[in-house]
């Protein structure tokens, strides 16, 4: 059977394979410390499993509307307001099977052959091949550590031409961990509005942030921008709910009905009782989320401080989410070889850079216990004197 084209440009996830990898050698007895995780760690808070779990006894169990239960989308709008000074109603809103559902809805719904996307590199390693995946092209514009791994407002200028539907911001980043500032997003808000591109803010990890940093929506900017701005989010990552499956997207009306079609035809509602989970995640009290942000504090401030105490590689201090993007350009290895041997000789498992974009760099998570952090710095240390 021939397999349809649109599959074949996509390439098989680097990030799986070591992974499984990894996993395999921790099945084998083999103690692996795990930097290569992309979800928090902890259990899914109590109070939110105990609304599902209600939900499932009160018969929430059967279809709902494709677009999300009317009292999830209600409780998002006042999310969007009350935490991003964001003004949409109900209906602006949909409920997906995850960040990354809502973002394939969108270019499904919106990407035609031949459109461009703006990407920045490095970005999260799904944005390109759901572009692809859609017949569009993905344009990717590379950033530097010197800069902190962000776009200026003259390149996003620079990328945009008549054949841009969209322009994709991810703050604050996976695989980076830059967070724009306030100023840095109305910069970019400028170019959106001046030049009247439309711009998808994959806001997921706004709750995972550091130092006091602000989180501040490229929608919230203007009236002007907010016309012009698509917010992708879920609650994978501040809610520590990855296998819940629960997303959503906030855009004018128009085109969230474009995604209800989608969605309509494709996968329908997201799992009922879940969505119930959800509705306690956001009106329920937020300690746990602060709980898991002080976990993260204290990670990052070991994770940071000991990767750049090792000759040879350094990083940006993330502002934000739960990753360090760190230069190995001084050993000579590709990111894919500096990752295996790293996992074949001290059992460390980290993601290459080139997976976002970048064969300079590699990512390490520190989504992971304290105890593997610091065992895990060690044999990093081991591994790069032996480079
Ligand atoms: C994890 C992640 C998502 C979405 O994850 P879901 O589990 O599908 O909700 C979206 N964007 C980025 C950058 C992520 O890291």
Redesign the pocket.
């Known amino acids: 059977m021939r397999l349809a084209a649109r599959v074949k440009q996509v390439p098989a996830s680097v990030t799986l394979a070591i992974a499984a990898k990894a996993k395999a050698m921790k099945a084998d007895g083999i103690a692996v410390c795990n930097f290569s995780a ?2 928090p760690d902890f259990d899914t808070p109590d109070s939110i499993k105990e609304a599902a779990k209600l939900a499932l006894d009160r018969g929430k169990t059967r279809y709902g509307p494709a677009a999300g239960e009317p009292e999830l989308r209600k409780a998002l709008a006042n999310k969007l307001q009350r935490d991003n000074n964001l003004n949409y109603q109900a209906e602006n809103i949909i409920v ?8 394939f809805n969108l270019m499904m719904a919106t990407i035609e052959a031949g459109d461009e996307v703006i990407i920045p590199a490095p970005y ?1 390693l ?2 390109p091949e759901m572009v692809k995946l859609a017949g569009g092209t993905p344009i990717i514009v590379p950033t530097e550590a010197s800069n902190g791994y962000k776009i200026t407002p003259d390149q996003l200028r620079q990328a945009i031409n008549p054949k841009t539907q969209l322009f994709i911001l ?1 703050s604050p ?3 980076t961990g830059a967070v724009y500032s306030p100023s840095e997003i109305r910069a970019l808000a400028e170019v959106v509005v001046e030049t009247n591109v439309t711009v998808v803010s ?1 806001e ?2 706004e709750k995972i942030l550091y130092d006091g940093a602000e989180h501040l929506s490229i929608g919230a900017v203007s009236p002007e921008a907010f016309d012009r701005a698509i917010i ?1 989010n ?4 501040s809610y520590s ?2 296998g819940w ?3 959503y997207i906030a855009a004018p009306v128009e085109l969230i009905q474009a995604m209800s079609k989608v969605q309509g035809h494709s996968t329908s509602n997201v799992c009922t009782f879940a969505q119930f989970g959800a509705i306690a995640a956001l009106e329920g009290s937020q300690d746990p989320v602060q709980k898991m942000l002080d976990a993260f504090t204290q990670r990052r401030t070991v994770m940071f401080e000991g990767v750049n105490a090792i000759e040879g590689l350094s990083c940006p201090k993330p502002g934000g ?1 739960f990753y360090l993007f760190i230069d190995i350009s001084k050993f000579g290895l590709t990111s894919i070889e500096f990752c295996s041997r790293l996992l074949d000789s001290q059992q460390v498992a980290a993601i290459p850079g080139i997976a976002f974009g970048d064969d300079r760099c590699i990512r390490l998570s520190y989504a992971t216990d304290m105890d593997s952090i610091q065992r895990g710095l060690e044999r990093l240390r081991t591994f790069v004197a032996s480079c």
């Open positions: 992309g979800e997906t099977n995850g960040g990354k559902h809502s973002l999260w799904s944005y991810n980043s996976n695989p994959d997921i990890y992708s879920g609650f994978a990552k709910m990855t499956r629960l997303g989410a």
